[in-house]
């Protein structure tokens, strides 16, 4: 250790090598005195590192002057090493110990040894903070365990208890101890006591006849305290606390398994919920402790954000400043819960885990540090924040280990007088107590910034003011029927003396976030629409109490939500039911990052890993869907962006569910029947789904093609399958996964009529036997089909090989007129079934988008032989690349292009306006107008005109393109 020392704490001023020679004169031993001198000889640092546990420690000059070999073997060896041997030396010794006079003493002994060897690494900077509580740690656990071991191994020799391997006393023994807090995390401070959960399982101990299971193991756990915090004339172990078990006051000391389950099942507490997440089996039947926990991890990571869990850590992050105040002063400060203390950042780290930890896994980690390195990485915490809170808690705990090191004692608490401190600031590194001042309110006054930011403190405005407010004030806020408004909140609050226990809940979750939600609905365009709309869902909502209390905590969500109310009530309608939509906002990047398929993919595979089950992978993945299927209209609301981008989230999020789903859905068949070998599958996606023009109300039109060119015909499992059954069988297999209504509802409709032959033919095709269809019988309304076709999941070079043979069929050389004739007779045909009267019908009114894409696709099947080009990925591009290929008049493309664009923002916005129970009302004079505001038109009357205008110049141009194509190039050039 001695050549790797590189700092050490400041002497006093004037005491320099004098107090260490003094030491290593007063040895008796004369060879541990020369071999001390010789160690210290030429390394000055070496020498003021020891000067510093002479001067400033008394518990360390003391145990380095009742042992100075043990002082010379640590300044002699490795820490790392040192550590090793003293962990395995006093295992070995403890291991032959036959009684309690015999243990005790190896263990006390191990622990000094280690406490002196811990504080010179620290002192003397070779570990850093991280090393030197993980090396607390392994000594805490080895302690343990051998105490435990130790305890057990006597019941089973006096015949208590029966153990199935006494080699290994802890195994199966089903008896553990639980390690909680800063011992479960591996992050021990210098003094610590520990923090255990003692739990057995009566009902499969192998106890002795006539033995109760539950006094036994009672009587155990307090032996295993008892040799590890007696005080002994060589001092004690570990002190132990217990107290974290449920209901402490009113159960023995070990817990019965059954008894701790339904505790957590049914009564347990928040602030548990947040121990647990560091909490980790440390001795005893470590698989039962494992399996335990396990059980658990629904009750720590809730799947939703639970807003009491976060309010109650910030309920006790407002105690930390209620209690200890925000004084400046430095002096006598407490390090752990004073201001901008480690606490303070403990919290806030854990708070953080508790958003966003039950969705990534990655944050479930139980060590601060890391913790905050993976808040960082991830996203959730700006990385300067991160930095920032990193940097100050290893300087508190540093500062922490400082105060315990110099007594042993379990104290954070800054000396209060001036010389004190003065001397504490130069054994903590520093020139002086100024200068440590100066640092420690830099550190804290950082960790409280990002605290206030983590717990998102927020001034409510008054309940009470917003149940009683009047019509006038109502008024004032922009309502412009402000007496039925009031009226409408009056019947909310309702008459709670006659309320039930539920209406009471929802009532005091409505309370108290009524007055900023009106604040929410009078900041939208229409304030009467929004607070109507809130009181029409009322009745239907699924967790009134729920969607209150997730309301409460955000000022961007309740004005989301109202907008919703507003503009877009299939998305509200979706809230009321699942009001934990609304979590996906807890993430600040919700807003910020475009929904890309392969992202999307990546954050429902997240989440589907942590399903257990195939079915309930399906859960997840429906959850996980219905989610970004929410984002993407949420964020299109919010973000002003136009339906182009819209109907691609959308898309994105479809195209990214069905990958997961075939991934999950073949890995699951896989393991019953085996995969084919050589044999591949790709799944084509066709209608607006192909097209990447989704919207909010869309189903998946899907086409499954399989090839087994140079591949086997049968399957490889223990089930084999042929091979044409085994496709089939899959593709009915992904159908179920993604449209089978679950408890979790369903996440898409699945369209497959596209497929040749219709609902007739199999459901999932060979490629050949699909090239072979299209080119010899299929219609020409399946080459307009064609024309929207994608490949979007299965294996890439199939998807390839597919998208290349679609664009071979497309190209075919065509007869204009004949082809016209075709597209007529189909336009002709879909008018003669849906109408195309009725101006409320976007995508089928004459004139409107089936009009214009009829005449896009109609040009490409005539022309895209000779101008391939033409198959570009949007109808808009299409239109573009024919007008400048000649091919179509530019004012005509211009046109369409114009008229889709609008048709399109108008489709996007009626299906989120609209719902299953109440369609949008075209003839609604407020949706018009709230509607041309949107798009930036003066009245709800101009919108009305303009589509009529468009619809007119559409049809124009589609009896000018598909009822006279020998006529295409008139105009051409315009």
């Known amino acids: 250790m001695v050549d790797r020392v590189v700092g050490a704490p400041r002497p006093r001023p004037g005491q320099r090598r004098n107090a260490v020679e003094q030491f290593v004169t007063a040895i008796e031993d004369e060879g541990l005195r020369a071999r001390l001198a010789n160690l210290l000889a030429g390394r000055p640092k070496a020498v003021q590192l020891a000067t510093s546990i002479v001067h400033y420690s008394p518990f360390l000059s003391r145990i380095a002057g009742a042992h100075p070999e043990w002082l010379i073997e640590a300044l002699a060896e490795p820490p790392e090493l ?41 002192l003397g900077g070779i570990w850093a903070l991280e090393e030197v509580t993980e090396a607390l740690t392994r000594f805490a656990d080895a302690a343990v365990v051998l105490a435990t071991d130790f305890v057990l191994l006597d019941a089973h020799r006096n015949g208590r208890l029966v153990l199935p391997d006494p080699e290994h006393p802890g195994k199966q023994s089903r008896f553990v101890l639980i390690a909680m807090g800063k011992h479960g995390a591996r992050e021990l401070n210098y003094s610590s006591d520990i923090d255990l959960i003692a739990i057995h399982d009566s009902a499969h101990a192998l106890v002795a006849q006539g033995t109760e299971p539950d006094a036994l193991f009672a009587r155990l756990t307090q032996r295993v305290v008892r040799l590890l915090q007696s005080r002994t004339a060589d001092d004690y172990v570990l002190r132990v606390d217990l107290r974290l078990r449920p209901d402490p006051s009113s159960t023995p000391p070990s817990v019965p398994l059954a008894a701790a389950y339904q505790y957590y099942e049914t009564v347990g507490q928040n602030w548990e919920r947040a121990a647990f997440i560091k909490a980790r089996p440390v001795a005893g039947d470590i698989g039962m402790g494992q399996a335990f926990l396990a059980e658990l991890t629904p009750f720590v990571w809730r799947r939703h954000l639970d807003f009491q869990a976060i309010a109650g850590l910030r309920g006790l992050w407002r105690d930390v400043r209620t209690v200890h105040g925000d004084d400046e002063a430095i002096s006598g400060r407490n390090v752990k819960l004073g201001p901008g203390g480690i606490r303070e950042c403990e919290l806030a780290t854990q708070a953080l885990q508790l958003v966003f930890g039950g969705r990534d896994a990655r944050l479930r980690g139980p060590r601060t540090l890391h913790m905050l390195k993976a808040l960082a990485e991830s996203g959730h915490l700006p990385k300067e924040a991160g930095k920032r809170l990193s940097d100050a808690y290893r300087f508190l705990r540093t500062i922490e280990h400082r105060l315990q090191m110099r007594n042993d004692e379990q104290t954070q608490i800054l000396p209060r007088e001036g010389a004190d401190l003065e001397d504490f600031a130069r054994w903590s590194g520093f020139a002086s107590a100024k200068a440590f001042e100066k640092e420690f309110a830099s550190r804290t006054s950082q960790v409280r910034v990002e605290a206030q930011k983590a717990f998102g403190e927020r001034e ?15 008024a004032g806020k922009g309502f412009r029927r402000p007496a039925e408004a009031s009226r409408l909140v009056a019947g909310w609050l309702g008459q709670p003396e006659r309320a039930t226990a539920r209406a009471i809940k929802v009532r005091e979750s409505l309370m108290a976030v009524l007055g900023d939600l009106v604040e929410a609905f009078a900041a939208t365009d229409d304030p009467d629409a929004a607070i109507s709309a809130f009181d029409r869902s009322f009745e239907r909502m699924a ?25 877009a009530p299939r998305l509200a309608e979706a809230i009321v039911q699942r009001p934990h939509l609304l979590d996906v906002f807890i993430d600040v990047r919700a807003f910020s990052e475009a929904q890309t398929p392969r992202r999307v993919a990546s954050r429902i595979g997240a989440r589907l890993a942590a399903g257990t089950s195939h079915e309930e992978a399906l859960d997840l993945l429906r959850d996980a869907g219905r989610e970004e299927w929410f984002m993407a209209g949420a964020r299109f609301l919010g973000s002003g962006s136009n339906a182009a981008h819209l109907g691609a989230a959308y898309t994105a999020v479809a195209e990214a569910s069905l990958q997961v789903a075939l991934e999950a859905t073949r890995n699951t068949f896989a393991a019953e029947h085996g995969l084919v070998p050589g044999a591949r599958l790709a799944a084509i996606a066709m209608g607006r789904l192909g097209a990447g023009e989704m919207t909010a109300t869309s189903d998946l039109d899907l086409i499954v093609i399989y090839d087994l060119t140079g591949g086997a015909t049968v399957s490889d499992g223990r089930r084999p399958l042929d091979a044409v059954l085994y496709f089939s069988r899959l593709t009915h297999r992904l159908i179920t996964a993604v449209s089978a209504p679950t408890s979790h509802g369903r996440l898409y409709e699945i369209d497959m009529r596209l497929r040749p032959s219709g609902g007739k033919g199999p459901v999932a095709l060979s490629l050949s036997a699909f090239m072979q269809y299209q080119r010899k019988e299929a219609e020409t309304w399946e080459h307009l089909a064609l024309t929207r076709a994608r490949p979007v999941a299965g294996d890439p070079a199939l998807c390839r090989l597919v998208a290349a043979s679609i664009r071979r069929i497309v190209s075919l050389k065509r007869d204009p007129a004949r082809l016209a004739a075709d597209v007529g007779a189909m336009r002709r045909l879909l008018a003669s079934e849906k109408g195309d009267d009725d101006a409320a019908d976007l995508k089928n009114m004459r004139g409107g988008l089936v009009d214009i894409d009829f005449c896009a696709q109609f040009l490409m099947l005539a022309h895209a032989g000779r101008h391939p080009t033409l198959l570009a990925p949007s109808i808009e591009a299409s239109l573009t690349e024919a007008a400048a290929r000649g091919l179509l008049a530019k004012i005509h493309a211009r046109t369409l292009i114009g008229a889709r664009s609008l048709f399109t923002e108008l489709l996007q916005r009626e299906r989120l306006r609209s719902t299953e129970a109440a369609p949008m009302n075209w003839s609604d004079p407020s949706i018009l107008r709230n509607m041309a505001r949107d798009l930036g038109l003066a009245s709800g009357s101009a919108l009305a005109r303009k589509v009529e205008t468009l619809r007119a110049q559409v049809r124009e141009v589609y009896e000018a393109v598909i009822a006279d194509p020998a006529n295409l190039r008139q105009g051409a050039g315009r």
């Open 82 to 122: 040192h550590l090793t041997r003293l962990i395995d030396e006093m295992t070995l010794i403890g291991a032959r110990a036959e009684d309690d006079a015999a243990i005790m003493p190896t263990l006390r002994h191990a622990r000094q040894r280690v406490a002196l060897l811990v504080a010179l690494a620290d």
């Open 460 to 474: 409510a405005t008054a309940p009470s003011a917003a149940a009683s407010l009047t019509a006038k004030e109502l």
């Open 543 to 567: 967790a009134p109490a729920e969607l209150f209390s997730i309301l409460s905590e955000s000022e961007t969500l309740r004005r989301l939500f109202a907008a919703m109310l507003g503009s």
